[in-house]
């Protein structure tokens, strides 16, 4: 495999890119960047020094990291949606040494035009509508719209939002036919699948 690189890209040196991973026109990657394997990043992606991306990550349009974003395998960041790393911004004040962390983990998709606040973690498979705003932690697989957001029900490691439980407490996805399992502390459990595959892969 090999990596492919429009002409029009600024990278800064050192920055670590994997292979089979492609960047398209007009993006800048700042230098200490490490974006991993099999990553696409579209037009106009600017991602800041000190960014970490993992493998088969998907960045659309006009999306921009800043430093202290971490993003872990398969994540879908959609079109023009937004990532901060100050929660109270002043032009006149300097705060680079107090830039705020965002933990985006395995599987979560961030749809196009949402906000996520500095300083929070979207947890695995969790989905983000479009045009949300989040301030806070994300449970693992949650489904959440709306401004601020809030969570509307769960989504399958598919992007599916699921049905109510069964009568034995079971939620089914339309697509694949896994099940889920929602606990007492309301923490989901996919009953069809270990968390050490990748959809599509294996």
Not at 3 to 19: A, K, L, N, R
Request: proline fraction near 4%.
């Amino acid at each position: 495999m090999t990596i492919y690189i429009h002409p029009s890209v600024f990278i800064d040196q050192p920055c670590e890119i994997g292979d089979g991973t492609s960047i398209w026109h007009f993006c800048h990657l700042m230098k200490n960047v490490k974006l991993g394997k099999d990553c696409k990043l579209g037009q106009n992606v600017f991602v800041a020094s000190g960014v970490l991306i993992g493998d088969n990550v998907k960045i659309q349009n006009n999306v921009s990291l800043y430093s202290g974003v971490v993003v872990e395998d398969d994540v879908f960041l959609g079109p023009s949606c937004v990532l901060t790393n100050i929660s109270n911004p002043r032009s006149e004040i300097v705060r680079r040494d107090k830039y705020e962390s965002t933990l985006i983990r395995r599987g979560a998709t961030v749809g196009a035009n949402a906000t996520v606040v500095c300083g929070v973690e979207l947890g695995r498979f969790c989905f983000i509508a479009a045009g949300a705003v989040i301030r806070s932690d994300v449970p693992p697989y949650a489904l959440m719209a709306g401004v601020p957001a809030r969570q509307i029900g769960w989504a399958s490691r598919h992007g599916h939002r699921l049905s109510a439980p069964d009568g034995s407490g079971i939620m089914t996805c339309p697509e694949s036919g896994w099940r889920y399992r929602l606990d007492a502390a309301d923490s989901l459990t996919c009953l069809d699948f270990s968390e050490e595959k990748r959809l599509g892969r294996e």
